[in-house]
């Protein structure tokens, strides 16, 4: 390792009724890419919060340079070179660019604001991370890939030796985060270190130096170089062998229960989509960003209203103009934020679990209160909900429990299909690998399952066939065993047909 720079000595946390973090360690080196990884709570969050300085520890110490100091807040972390990037972007967008990066630093001129030099200073600190845009341009006319750059421009304009970025990637394209990759491999050529933490396991082996790996708050390993592998860091993070991460086993489809016929949505009026979904099989979908698989979901799910074309559910041609009409044919949607879409944080999770069954279970007009705490208790079971009551509000749960929440919610109608817009998104292993078990149960029982993925591995490990999307059209179909990197990234580019979708 060359010369250290960060140190954690034996640090420890507690909350309420919580044992946050015990006794952790972790070093880094100058120039190091350091990976955190955990499933959620097991106090990467918190370990982070406490570098940056918005948490103090009760026990530990943190030496930089082999100095112990002390970091009582935000301002004292930036003050000695460490700076966290939150996943949830923090700037202002209705300023320009240049003033992102030095609001609150601004360079002055006879008491005003020096915009000439504040604009010369951006542009320096813009090259560093390959951004090639004019420093007067608004943060709100910006990709959100490029205004990650700006976040991490604006650390390195207070002087950051210590990057902590929390997941870096998780709303930007593929192209955008290579780009984000050769920001990392630059910084770290230069001695600026980087902890990066990611549920994304294929990243982190593309960009770590090295992993530390927390479990329960406590430290559960260190992996290095060819020792960074997908089995074992799943094996670090859970505690136990994952031997067959994606449980998936093939499935012999049963009736079609789902048939769309030259469907167009609002996002992609002039192009149709066809295709037909079974009892008892995992669908896929595949495509780039944009190529309309989000919209198709919506549009299916009544949220979006279709622009023309024809939905038949069992067999019944179906006018699904609203989420009330799709859930009436046996339609249920786990959308991709789950925070915004699919609970309501500041609700227990007794009633978010019965919120789409309070229709169907009325007493008279009145909410029917033993059969909400009936699907309850039922769905904490199933679900394996992780919480300590039926009262606890979903905000504070882990992502993951947060996602199982939506899934019982939807279970507990018993709907035919399950349309599911990036179900393991923002979630740790150990919860995938549920939800995942979750999908091979209900297929087994007959529910037809559609979903979404960004996670080539995901789609590969899943799927009986996956359908590719490509600028609203649905390019090509491929069967488990066609299944390749090479054949959807084909399709999803808008090569040439692989079959008829559904056939």
């Known amino acids: 390792m060359s010369e250290l720079l960060l140190t954690v000595r034996n640090v420890c946390k507690r909350f309420p009724g919580v044992r946050a973090l015990h006794n952790v360690n972790l070093s880094l080196a100058k120039g190091d890419v350091l990976a955190v990884l955990g499933e959620n709570g097991a106090g990467k969050s918190t370990l982070m919060k406490i570098l940056a300085g ?54 002055r001129k006879l008491g005003m604001i020096d915009k000439a030099r504040q604009c010369a200073e951006a542009k320096q600190f813009l090259a560093m991370v390959g951004l090639d845009i004019e420093p007067t341009t608004l943060v709100r006319d910006l990709t959100i890939g490029h205004q990650q750059m700006v976040e991490i421009a604006k650390a390195l304009s207070v002087n950051a030796r210590v990057l902590i970025m929390d997941e870096p990637t998780s709303s930007l394209t593929h192209k955008e985060a290579e780009q984000l990759f050769k920001v990392i491999k630059d910084l770290s050529g230069r001695g600026v270190s980087i902890v990066y933490i990611s549920h994304r396991l294929s990243e982190v082996r593309a960009v770590a130096h090295r992993v530390v790996v927390l479990r329960d708050g406590e430290n559960a390993g260190e992996l290095a170089t060819n020792g960074i592998t997908h089995e074992a860091m799943v094996k670090l993070m859970v505690g136990r062998e994952l031997s067959q991460f994606y449980p998936h086993a093939p499935h012999t489809p049963g009736e079609v229960v789902l048939t769309v016929k030259g469907l167009r949505t609002p996002v992609h009026p002039t192009k149709e989509i066809e295709l037909r979904l079974r009892a008892g099989e995992i669908v896929g979908m595949a495509g780039l960003v944009g190529a309309g698989r989000t919209e198709l979901l919506l549009t299916l799910f009544g949220v979006t209203p279709a622009q023309g074309g024809t939905i038949e559910v069992a067999g019944k041609e179906t006018k699904i103009g609203s989420p009330i009409d799709a859930i009436a044919a046996g339609l249920a949607l786990v959308p991709e934020d789950r925070k ?119 789609v590969l490990g899943m799927s009986d066939r996956a359908l590719v999307m490509h600028e609203g059209c649905i390019t090509g179909e491929l069967a488990r065993e066609e299944l390749s990197e090479e054949a959807v990234m084909q399709l999803a580019t808008g090569g040439e047909m692989a079959g008829l979708a559904g056939v």
């Open 54 to 107: 918005v948490q103090q520890p009760e026990e530990g110490e943190i030496l930089l340079e082999g100095q112990v100091v002390e970091i009582k807040s935000v301002q004292a972390a930036l003050k000695l070179g460490i700076a966290l990037i939150h996943q949830e972007l923090n700037l202002a967008d209705n300023l320009d660019v240049a003033a992102n990066i030095f609001l609150g630093r601004e360079p």
């Open 340 to 458: 915004q879409q699919g609970v309501i944080l500041e609700m227990a999770v007794r009633e978010n679990l019965s919120l789409a069954s309070l229709l169907r279970d009325q007493k008279s007009g009145f909410l029917n209160r033993a059969k909400e705490n009936e699907i309850s208790r039922q769905m904490i079971e199933q679900m394996k909900v992780k919480t300590p009551s039926e009262g606890q509000l979903v905000q504070f749960l882990s992502g993951g429990n947060q996602q199982k929440v939506v899934l019982g919610k939807w279970l507990a109608m018993n709907p035919k299909v399950l349309l599911l817009d990036e179900p393991t998104r923002g979630i740790d292993v150990g919860a995938k690998s549920e939800i995942y078990g979750l999908m091979e149960e209900l297929a087994g029982e007959g529910m037809a399952i559609l979903f979404v993925s960004s996670d080539m591995e995901e």
